[in-house]
Every structure is written in structure tokens, then in C-alpha cells.
């Protein structure tokens, strides 16, 4: 229930600025300030933290002007301004005449002295927006991800970590090490060895994310349950970690994708071609870049270890080999990481690779770079990907009908309010009304059509009103809004009933 209380509060602030946040919320909420920072972690994937652009502040029309001065960023126009403060002050601008001052800059760039001054420091860290990228996460999903990340995070510090692997072929623990440069050595008929690498400062961490990687991915394949132990150092001490079955159990969950020796053979060809294509066509990979996948994906009663992941902006697209039919993989295992794969993208987008038919799972079977971009670009075309202020609001008014002048001073921080929404309400479907915010107008026609005759009920619209946007200051000014679009007559039977009950 904390988690849900946490993703809540998340939820809530999206579209407000990380100054705006307060950090003490989740560690008051946790009662500890360790347990609230792994939570948060586990929550990153969802909620980022994106620098506003200038045409959210100044209007698409305004920025595309700055951007014929060549005032792209909120470092172009700072140092616009510093020239100006050289070439016109000696370089320096009293306190007393910075008003005046940046008025002065502004005005040939058609722009506010205000405006200025907040676009100087958009992209400072305060400033920030908090933006969910897809859906909400559930607290189960979190909590499953939290005790597999907790596992990883303690193997990163190991020097070394003995796993026993019934049923695992000595072939695909050496494939699986040698993808991760992981030094490996069999200590028994089904027992390997792996070591950790101390860096320079006397810390197993650096290396010890490739080491946790390679001990998940031999855990995941193994036929029957693993066990093991790792030899761990924190804060200096060694200390053994037991990986019992109560560790295993939720490294384990019942449905797992990962890749096999074909597997991975298969994901190198396809690193192989993704590398030709960005040298042969001169960045036709569409923006999209290609780095080793070292975390897995984990929901409740799933997880998928992918190979790769590719991003581009806020997107990430994690690729999960999949056994081909012709590798043998038409049995249990198949079926079982399509059903992983299934689950897993309810919370994060994935692609397999190989052939998924019969699944809802998007996948490119073959090597083919060409295609996988393709494919890319089809799963992120309908995911929300970080929504910009008036993009939060767009969602929010129509799935609501209205919000709130609060709100919107919240998410855009303050200003002309009708103009800054003028993007929303150009079309005509919504509208700003004084005193009340965004409204759809199909919500005012509703409570427009509850209106009959020459005479108006002004409690029973008001109580309608209420039904829709609670009862307060909001509700007075909705009320007052749809009867100046008509006459309002009172009922002859008792006039002066009629007009107390109005005020």
C-alpha cells in the first residue's frame, strides 16, 4: 500500500517542476531514508524528470522567430545576453537596471522582459518537469522489481560467485560469460565459478555489473532451481551471500525470457548489422541508439532479460531473443518467454527477436536491421512518451472534461493563462472560461441542454453543475457562465423565492 501511495503522489506531480517536489513526501511516507531511495529507483523507468523547451514557454510562432536570431537553447540566449551586456554595459548590469535591461534585450526578439528572465534559466535543474513515460506503474510490479534489483545491487559488489546449475549445458555457460567478458571456471560436474575485477580504487562495483548480469542470466537458464553463494564486500567487509531459495524464488518468477547460447549468437548478427547500417546509410538507424541491456525487465510473475536496449529521447525498447522452431524451441521454453514477453510489455515496450507467431508480442525475426527499425518505430508510435505540459493537460481535459484553474497554473506556472492554452481551446472543442479553466465544450452543451423553456431553474443547474465540478468557488462561476448564455426568467409562482434561491 506505501508503494501505491508513492506512485500516487508521483502521479500527481507529473507536470510540475522538480522544485516544486518535495523529496521528505517519500521518506516520511517509507520511514526509511534508504528503502525510499531503492523505491524511487525502481520507479525511475516511469518517471524521468525533462527540461521544458522555449516553445512550451513563448509559443511555437515566438521560437521559431529565436530561431532566426539562432537562439535555440537556454544557452543561446544567455550568451546572447552577456554579449549584449559587454557590448552595451561594460560587461556589467546593476541590479537596479536589470529590469530595464533585459526589457531592452527582449524587445528586438519580440519577446518580455519576464519572458526573458524565464527562459534564462529553463534548463536549470529546478526547473525540470516531472513526466510519466507509459502507463502507471502497479505497486506489485514494483515491489517484484525491487527485490530483484536488491539481489543484483548486493552481486555487484562480489569478487567472486559459485553457482550450481543442474541441467545447464557446459556450451551455454561459456557463451553466456564470454558475451560479458565474465571469468568463468567449472568447480564441479554442474558448478562454475565466476570472478569479480577490482578497480583501480579497491572496489568491485565497476566490473561487478557485468558479474550480477551473467550470474541472472545463468540462474534464468537453468533447467532445474540453482543455488549458489557469493562472496560480497560492503562498507569493507567480506561477507557470504546466500543464494537460497528464497533469493532464487524472486530471481525466478514463474514466467522468464531469456536468451540461450542461439540467442545470443543471434543478438551479436543483429549488433552486427545495426552497426552496418548506421556505416552505410549515414544514421539510418532514425535516431535510435544501441547499448548493452544489463538490468532485466521484471513485472509480478515474470521477468525478461534482454540483450539489447535501444532509446532515442525517452523512448527504450528492450530486445529479447526468443528460441527459434528451428533451434528446437517449440516446446515449454518458447511458450513460456512469449508468455514472459506478454506480461512484461503491459509496463515497458519490448521486441522480440525471432519468431513470436501466435503471440500479441512484436517481433522481427531474422538479423535484418532495416526491419528492426521499422519495428521500433511502430511500438513507440502510440506510447507516451513524456508528455509536454499542454500535452498533460490535452489528455486531462478530455478524459475528465474540464480542469481546473489551479491545475492549470500548477502545470504551466502562472501566467496568461488563456494564452498559454490557446494551442488547447484554437480548435474549437475547448474552451477557457473565467474563474473555472479548460472546459470541453461538449460538457457545457450537457449541462446547456439541461435547460428547457423560458424559464431556469438556477438551484437545480447549479446542483447540476456541482455534480460535475464539486461544489465551491468553481461551481459559482460554471453556474453564472452558462446562464449569461441565456435568459434567465423567474418562475411567476414565487419571484422572490426564485431570486434568493439564485443568490
Given at each position: 500500500?506505501?508503494?501505491?501511495?508513492?506512485?500516487?503522489?508521483?502521479?500527481?506531480?507529473?507536470?510540475?517542476?522538480?522544485?516544486?517536489l518535495?523529496?521528505?513526501?517519500?521518506?516520511?511516507?517509507?520511514g526509511?531514508?534508504?528503502?525510499?531511495?531503492?523505491?524511487?529507483?525502481?520507479?525511475?523507468?516511469?518517471?524521468?524528470?525533462?527540461?521544458?523547451?522555449?516553445?512550451?514557454?513563448?509559443?511555437?510562432?515566438t521560437?521559431?522567430?529565436?530561431?532566426g536570431?539562432?537562439?535555440?537553447?537556454?544557452?543561446?540566449?544567455r550568451?546572447?545576453?552577456?554579449?549584449?551586456?559587454?557590448?552595451?554595459?561594460?560587461?556589467?548590469?546593476?541590479?537596479?537596471?536589470?529590469?530595464?535591461?533585459?526589457?531592452?534585450?527582449a524587445?528586438?526578439?519580440?519577446?518580455?522582459?519576464?519572458?526573458?528572465?524565464?527562459?534564462?534559466?529553463?534548463?536549470?535543474?529546478?526547473?525540470?518537469?516531472?513526466?510519466?513515460?507509459?502507463?502507471?506503474?502497479?505497486?506489485?510490479?514494483?515491489?517484484?522489481?525491487?527485490?530483484?534489483?536488491l539481489?543484483?545491487?548486493?552481486?555487484?559488489?562480489?569478487?567472486?560467485?559459485?553457482?550450481?546449475?543442474?541441467?545447464?549445458?557446459?556450451?551455454?555457460?561459456?557463451?553466456?560469460?564470454?558475451?560479458?567478458?565474465?571469468?568463468?571456471?567449472?568447480?564441479?560436474?554442474?558448478?562454475?565459478?565466476?570472478?569479480?575485477r577490482?578497480?583501480?580504487?579497491?572496489?568491485?562495483?565497476?566490473?561487478?555489473?557485468?558479474?550480477?548480469?551473467?550470474?541472472?542470466?545463468?540462474?534464468?537458464?537453468?533447467?532445474?532451481?540453482?543455488?549458489?553463494?557469493?562472496?560480497?564486500?560492503?562498507?569493507?567487509?567480506?561477507?557470504?551471500?546466500?543464494?537460497?531459495?528464497?533469493?532464487?524464488?524472486?530471481?525466478?518468477?514463474?514466467?522468464?525470457?531469456?536468451?540461450?547460447?542461439?540467442?545470443?549468437?543471434?543478438?551479436?548478427?543483429l549488433?552486427?548489422?545495426?552497426?552496418?547500417?548506421?556505416?552505410?546509410?549515414?544514421?539510418?538507424?532514425?535516431?535510435?541508439?544501441?547499448?548493452?541491456?544489463?538490468e532485466?525487465?521484471?513485472?509480478?510473475?515474470?521477468?525478461?532479460?534482454?540483450?539489447?536496449?535501444?532509446?532515442?529521447?525517452?523512448d527504450?525498447?528492450?530486445?529479447?531473443?526468443?528460441?527459434?522452431?528451428?533451434?528446437?524451441?517449440?516446446?515449454?521454453?518458447?511458450?513460456?518467454?512469449?508468455?514472459?514477453?506478454?506480461?512484461?510489455?503491459?509496463?515497458?515496450?519490448?521486441?522480440?527477436l525471432?519468431?513470436?507467431?501466435?503471440?500479441?508480442?512484436?517481433?522481427?525475426?531474422?538479423?535484418?536491421?532495416?526491419?528492426?527499425?521499422?519495428?521500433?518505430?511502430?511500438?513507440?508510435?502510440?506510447?507516451?512518451?513524456?508528455?509536454?505540459?499542454?500535452?498533460?493537460?490535452?489528455?486531462?481535459?478530455?478524459?475528465?472534461?474540464?480542469?481546473?484553474?489551479?491545475?492549470?497554473?500548477?502545470?504551466?506556472?502562472?501566467?496568461?493563462?488563456?494564452?498559454?492554452?490557446?494551442?488547447?481551446?484554437?480548435?474549437?472543442?475547448?474552451?477557457?472560461?473565467?474563474?473555472?479553466?479548460?472546459?470541453?465544450?461538449?460538457?457545457?452543451?450537457?449541462?446547456?441542454?439541461?435547460?428547457?423553456?423560458?424559464?431556469?431553474?438556477?438551484?437545480?443547474?447549479?446542483?447540476?453543475v456541482?455534480?460535475?465540478?464539486?461544489?465551491?468557488?468553481?461551481?459559482?462561476?460554471?453556474?453564472?457562465?452558462?446562464?449569461?448564455?441565456?435568459?434567465?426568467?423567474?418562475?411567476?409562482?414565487?419571484?422572490?423565492?426564485?431570486?434568493?434561491?439564485?443568490?
Amino acid at each position: 500500500p506505501k508503494v501505491e501511495l508513492a506512485t500516487g503522489y508521483l502521479d500527481g506531480m507529473v507536470g510540475r517542476r522538480r522544485g516544486d517536489l518535495s523529496p521528505d513526501v517519500v521518506i516520511e511516507l517509507f520511514g526509511d531514508p534508504k528503502l525510499a531511495r531503492c523505491v524511487l529507483a525502481c520507479l525511475a523507468d516511469s518517471y524521468r524528470y525533462r527540461t521544458p523547451t522555449i516553445a512550451e514557454i513563448v509559443g511555437e510562432e515566438t521560437a521559431l522567430a529565436l530561431a532566426g536570431w539562432e537562439l535555440l537553447t537556454p544557452t543561446d540566449l544567455r550568451a546572447h545576453v552577456y554579449r549584449s551586456a559587454n557590448s552595451e554595459s561594460g560587461g556589467f548590469v546593476a541590479p537596479e537596471r536589470r529590469s530595464a535591461f533585459l526589457a531592452e534585450v527582449a524587445g528586438p526578439l519580440g519577446l518580455t522582459g519576464d519572458q526573458v528572465e524565464s527562459l534564462l534559466h529553463l534548463d536549470a535543474e529546478r526547473n525540470a518537469l516531472l513526466i510519466r513515460v507509459g502507463p502507471r506503474p502497479r505497486g506489485e510490479d514494483v515491489v517484484a522489481r525491487y527485490n530483484v534489483m536488491l539481489a543484483l545491487s548486493v552481486l555487484r559488489h562480489a569478487s567472486e560467485v559459485t553457482l550450481e546449475l543442474p541441467g545447464l549445458d557446459r556450451s551455454t555457460i561459456e557463451t553466456v560469460c564470454s558475451r560479458l567478458e565474465v571469468p568463468a571456471r567449472h568447480v564441479g560436474a554442474e558448478a562454475v565459478r565466476l570472478a569479480g575485477r577490482q578497480s583501480s580504487l579497491g572496489g568491485w562495483g565497476q566490473f561487478g555489473a557485468r558479474v550480477a548480469r551473467c550470474a541472472i542470466h545463468l540462474i534464468l537458464l537453468a533447467p532445474r532451481a540453482p543455488s549458489g553463494r557469493a562472496l560480497v564486500h560492503l562498507n569493507g567487509q567480506p561477507l557470504a551471500f546466500a543464494l537460497d531459495g528464497f533469493v532464487v524464488g524472486a530471481l525466478r518468477p514463474p514466467l522468464r525470457a531469456v536468451a540461450g547460447a542461439e540467442g545470443v549468437v543471434r543478438s551479436a548478427l543483429l549488433s552486427d548489422g545495426v552497426t552496418a547500417l548506421r556505416r552505410k546509410s549515414g544514421g539510418g538507424s532514425n535516431g535510435w541508439t544501441m547499448r548493452r541491456a544489463l538490468e532485466p525487465l521484471v513485472v509480478e510473475g515474470a521477468i525478461a532479460l534482454p540483450e539489447w536496449l535501444f532509446t532515442r529521447d525517452q523512448d527504450a525498447v528492450a530486445v529479447v531473443p526468443v528460441a527459434s522452431p528451428a533451434a528446437g524451441g517449440e516446446g515449454t521454453d518458447r511458450r513460456q518467454a512469449l508468455a514472459a514477453l506478454e506480461r512484461v510489455r503491459t509496463a515497458r515496450p519490448v521486441l522480440a527477436l525471432g519468431e513470436a507467431a501466435g503471440s500479441a508480442v512484436p517481433a522481427v525475426d531474422g538479423e535484418d536491421a532495416v526491419a528492426l527499425v521499422a519495428r521500433l518505430e511502430e511500438i513507440v508510435a502510440g506510447r507516451d512518451s513524456g508528455r509536454t505540459p499542454l500535452g498533460l493537460l490535452t489528455d486531462e481535459v478530455l478524459s475528465v472534461g474540464w480542469v481546473s484553474t489551479d491545475r492549470l497554473g500548477d502545470v504551466l506556472g502562472g501566467g496568461d493563462l488563456p494564452d498559454r492554452v490557446r494551442p488547447i481551446t484554437v480548435e474549437g472543442e475547448t474552451v477557457f472560461v473565467p474563474g473555472v479553466g479548460l472546459c470541453r465544450v461538449s460538457l457545457l452543451d450537457d449541462l446547456l441542454d439541461q435547460l428547457s423553456g423560458d424559464a431556469v431553474d438556477v438551484a437545480a443547474l447549479r446542483r447540476a453543475v456541482a455534480d460535475r465540478v464539486g461544489v465551491g468557488a468553481t461551481a459559482d462561476a460554471l453556474t453564472l457562465h452558462l446562464l449569461g448564455r441565456h435568459a434567465v426568467l423567474a418562475a411567476p409562482s414565487d419571484e422572490g423565492a426564485a431570486v434568493d434561491r439564485a443568490a
